[in-house]
């Protein structure tokens, strides 16, 4: 997986090439938005990392730029910015996701691995949550032994739901909305029962995280 | 004000009387002098000379009677000859010396019998021999008419007076009516509104008052908003080298996993943690400071996804202390600035977790009571004693039960949020069995202004 990050402050590109490349990841820096269309050219890049600030043309118009340009490249903004309006136009210009300085090496690595496996899911059709595998053409879980998992069809609907906003609280009417058909009329206690069934199922794989009056996260072990 | 006026004015009344008093006191005196004169006249004119020689005055000791008209009154005579015999009446009343330029006529006021009286002296001649007519009064009645002369002109003064100061009194009641809407328009504005005073309905009189007053508020904003400009400036400045010192101490601590130097390096980590939290209080504090360019970023703001969202981003740090954090939510929004309203939240929250112990819960809620919006965390923790509960929303205040960590900034965020939305931020007892409550109440809805342009009601 390679990284382009472009950032001006030294100390902190620094930073992010070596906490991102501990993680495994191949980074590669450059300090303006000018040079970026010639590194993608030579290289094929699974993410940029593009800080708001830059000297020169901007993040804003960088992202503007490769967006216009056909571009679809998952864009995680880094700014030390944080008023709502910022980050509402860098996510209208089409950036993925936002961070605001300062924030803490193993969030960024977090936001980084949600945005790639966002990406990689739509194209392979598959999400991958810790030890579970999750086929999403398929319509099918798979646990670390590589046995599929006996679902019922709300049960994979639930599971569905919450991988594709894993790390995430997903609401019980988000859920309900998720696998109740035109005709039914599923209970909030119905979901309950749903829920700790698939719970049970995905033991050893993953857990469901119940969040009092708000709803379920799905989480790795 | 009345008392101003009230001093001078009675000095005013007391002048006009003597003035007055001054002016009638000859024309009166004058009149009864005349009337004295005329007695005198009368009983010359009753002189008469007896076939022997001898001098006749019919009217002896009694006056005339028209000359007597009161009691109180004591009329006198005297007729006597240029060298001082008396031929009738009262035989020891004073005479009046003569002055040169006299018709024949002179007056003096003289003491007679220990009472002051007022004499006439007409000088004639009776048969070839000069007689002097001398005629006295005690002036009672011209002292009592020029008494009543000085009453009824007091009276009169007294009452234009009382008309003068009364027409006074509502003309500059008229006139400060105008001053009197302006201060209403100053009081009626929430304490932080800097925004210019309206001209609209100002009269010229105080239009200069109120334009001074404005070119005050403008650069008082001016400033104000330079102040907050800078603050937002320098914690964005500080945030990028934070950042990387953060980062870098993460990986320095991630290489040297294991060796004795790691403790120090989460100590200094710690400290950069400290450092960003601090800088980003500060911003936050800056931005809630309700100002002018506040009211546009004014919406409608639903409390339960807020909430949510507020929740999902402590989430991991409250699972990390093994705490129950949860929502009990109705739907409800209010009209307010969401990020403002976010950092609130997030504040409360993270007050929330530094207090609650290990295996604690912490509860957020939002709706209705009574039809005004609410947001309220309520925690597990020790609580606030009532003594504190003022003191803990002042800035930089560390209570006897804070950790160090915080920068006691936390909850004048809070305070100052709930302001700038026109709400009330309370400190209560939690609904459990201990811990703190903490609770803002919005103004009713239906009340779309921006709470800068619109009377904050004090309770």
Redesign the interface.
């Known amino acids: 997986m390679r990284i382009l990050l472009v950032e001006d402050d030294s100390l902190v590109a620094d930073a992010i090439v070596r906490g991102l490349s501990a993680e495994g990841y191949a980074v590669d820096r450059t300090a303006a938005a000018e040079p970026v269309s010639g590194l993608m050219e030579g290289t094929h890049y699974d993410l940029a990392i593009i800080d708001l600030g830059l000297p020169g043309e901007d993040g804003f118009a960088l992202v503007r730029r490769l967006r216009r340009n056909g571009n679809a490249l998952p864009l995680l903004i880094v700014t030390a910015r944080d008023g709502l309006n910022d980050r509402v136009s860098a996510l209208d210009l089409g950036a993925d996701d936002y961070l605001v300085k300062p924030f803490a090496l193993p969030e960024l690595a977090a936001r980084c691995r949600a945005l790639i496996r966002r990406a990689s899911a739509a194209t392979s059709n598959e999400l991958t949550i810790g030890q579970l595998r999750i086929d999403l053409a398929g319509r099918r879980a798979l646990n670390p032994a590589g046995q599929v998992l006996e679902l019922t069809r709300r049960e994979w609907s639930i599971l569905e739901c919450l991988a594709h906003h894993s790390g995430r609280v997903v609401s019980k009417e988000r859920l309900i909305q998720a696998i109740a058909g035109w005709d039914e009329d599923i209970s909030s206690n119905a979901i309950e029962v749903h829920v700790s069934r698939l719970r049970g199922k995905l033991e050893g794989a993953a857990t469901v995280r119940g969040i009092r009056g708000l709803g379920y996260r799905l989480e790795d072990i | 004000m009345l008392s101003y006026l009230l001093a001078p004015l009675s000095l005013l009344l007391v002048i006009g009387v003597a003035i007055d008093h001054q002016v009638i006191v000859n024309p009166i005196y004058s009149a009864f002098d005349r009337s004295l004169s005329r007695a005198a006249l009368a009983i010359a004119a009753h002189i008469r000379r007896t076939p022997d020689g001898q001098l006749d005055i019919p009217v002896p000791d009694r006056p005339l009677a028209p000359l007597r008209s009161n009691a109180h009154e004591q009329f006198f005579y005297r007729v006597s000859t240029l060298d001082g015999r008396t031929v009738a009446g009262t035989a020891d009343l004073p005479l009046v010396a003569a002055e040169k330029n006299s018709k024949g006529l002179d007056y003096a006021d003289v003491t007679y019998r220990g009472t002051a009286l007022r004499l006439v002296s007409y000088r004639t001649t009776e048969a070839g021999e000069p007689l002097v007519v001398t005629a006295g009064e005690i002036p009672f009645r011209r002292d009592r008419a020029l008494h009543r002369m000085d009453v009824s002109f007091g009276i009169n003064n007294s009452i234009q007076m009382l008309l003068m100061l009364s027409t006074a009194l509502l003309g500059i009641n008229i006139a400060l009516r105008p001053l009197r809407r302006l201060r209403e328009q100053i009081v009626g504005r929430a304490p932080q509104a800097l925004s210019p005073l309206s001209t609209a309905q100002v009269p010229a009189e105080v239009r200069p008052l109120v334009d001074s007053l404005n070119t005050l508020l403008v650069s008082v904003r001016d400033s104000s908003l330079a102040q907050q400009h800078f603050l937002a400036n320098a914690a ?2 500080l ?10 101490l ?2 320095l601590g ?1 290489e040297a996993s294991g060796s004795p130097l790691q403790a120090r390096i989460t100590q200094l980590h710690s400290g ?1 943690d400290r450092l ?1 939290h601090t ?1 980003n209080q500060l ?1 936050a504090l800056a931005r809630a400071e309700p100002s002018a360019h506040l009211a546009s970023h004014f919406t409608r703001v639903e409390l339960h996804p807020l ?2 969202e507020v ?2 981003s402590s ?1 991991d740090r409250a ?1 990390q202390r093994d705490i ?6 109705q739907p409800v929004q209010v009209h307010g600035v ?2 403002l309203l976010r950092e609130t939240l997030l504040n409360l929250l993270d007050n929330a977790i530094r207090h609650t112990p290990v295996g604690g819960q912490i ?2 809620r939002c709706g209705t009571e009574a039809g005004q919006p609410f947001l309220e965390v309520d925690d597990s923790g020790p609580g606030i004693p009532l003594a504190e509960r003022e003191r803990v929303r002042e800035r930089f205040y560390h209570g006897a039960g804070s950790d160090g960590d915080s920068c006691g900034l936390g909850l004048s965020i809070v305070d100052e949020a709930a302001r700038a939305h026109g709400a009330h931020f309370s400190i209560l007892d939690s609904h459990g069995r201990h811990g703190a409550r903490m609770r803002i109440d919005f103004p009713l809805p239906g009340d779309d202004t921006p709470p800068a342009a619109r009377p904050v009601v004090k309770n």
């Open positions: 964005h400045q945030r990028t080298p934070l950042t990387g010192l953060k980062a870098q993460e990986v991630q950069i960003a800088a911003l909430i949510a929740i999902s989430l699972l129950d954090l949860g929502a009990e939510c969401y990020w509860t957020l």
